[in-house]
């Protein structure tokens, strides 16, 4: 998957062209806060396949759409060696506002009215003890307070968590493709020019799917659904 920003332009996801055409490559070289790689926004979190709607569908317990509101440490682990004295983790309380997709084949709870989200933390600067500098996750949102996400999640050690990058989807507006991403707010039409630079093999929902609607979403994932149930 995408791992340079030089080479994104050619091989990346719609999404990693859009931030070149938004001039965000330029951020990632000379430093946004935060960003430890220079490999589109951070490093990939892939625990299952999750770009198309067949991945989302085989893989994960529910697809929700939920707005993210408060954000807490949740954990603290202490680096030995390097710029980072501690790596936090970093829990957000989603407000559910749909269940789009539920599994008919594992068991796992189904999520309340609210749902706590693992999301990427912070970083604390051994220099002072005391800074801290968000963690981004390769290609993916970030997961901000006040924006809204599609996100296939699945219960896993008691707690929910997604199928890795492309799993979260900006949903601002119910509108696949507009929102936070990566840190930034990106709009539709920022993803539709980035779309012309992508890979043609590339059939992620979010290039499949951009700029519509929930009922696409369901649409798409019940198509994808066995038919065996």
């Known amino acids: 998957m995408r791992r340079n920003p030089l080479t994104a332009l050619a091989v990346g996801r719609p999404a990693v062209a859009v931030l070149a055409t938004a001039g965000v490559i330029t951020g990632v070289l000379t430093g946004w806060t935060g960003l430890d790689t220079v490999n589109g926004c951070g490093l990939p979190v892939n625990r299952y396949p999750s770009e198309s709607a067949q991945d989302w569908v085989r893989d994960a317990d529910v697809v929700i759409v939920g707005r993210a509101g408060r954000e807490r440490e949740s954990d603290r682990q202490e680096l030995k060696v390097g710029a980072y004295r501690y790596q936090l983790e970093r829990t957000v309380e989603l407000t559910r506002e749909?269940?789009?997709?539920?599994?008919?084949?594992?068991?796992?709870?189904?999520?309340?009215?609210?749902?706590?989200?693992?999301?990427?933390?912070?970083?604390?600067?051994?220099?002072?003890?005391?800074?801290r500098v968000d963690d981004l996750t390769g290609d993916a949102p970030r997961v901000v307070p006040g924006h809204t996400y599609v996100l296939a999640l699945r219960w896993q050690e008691e707690r929910w968590v997604s199928l890795g990058e492309g799993a979260v989807v900006p949903f601002d507006d119910h509108e696949i493709g507009r929102g936070e991403w990566c840190g930034q707010v990106l709009d539709t039409e920022a993803f539709a020019e980035g779309e012309r630079l992508s890979r043609r093999d590339d059939h992620s929902l979010e290039k499949t799917l951009l700029g519509q609607d929930e009922k696409a979403l369901a649409r798409a994932l019940d198509r994808a659904r066995p038919t065996d149930g």
């Open 98 to 131: 749909s269940v789009v997709f539920t599994s008919r084949g594992r068991a796992h709870p189904a999520p309340g009215p609210t749902v706590d989200y693992v999301a990427p933390g912070w970083k604390i600067l051994r220099s002072d003890g005391t800074t």
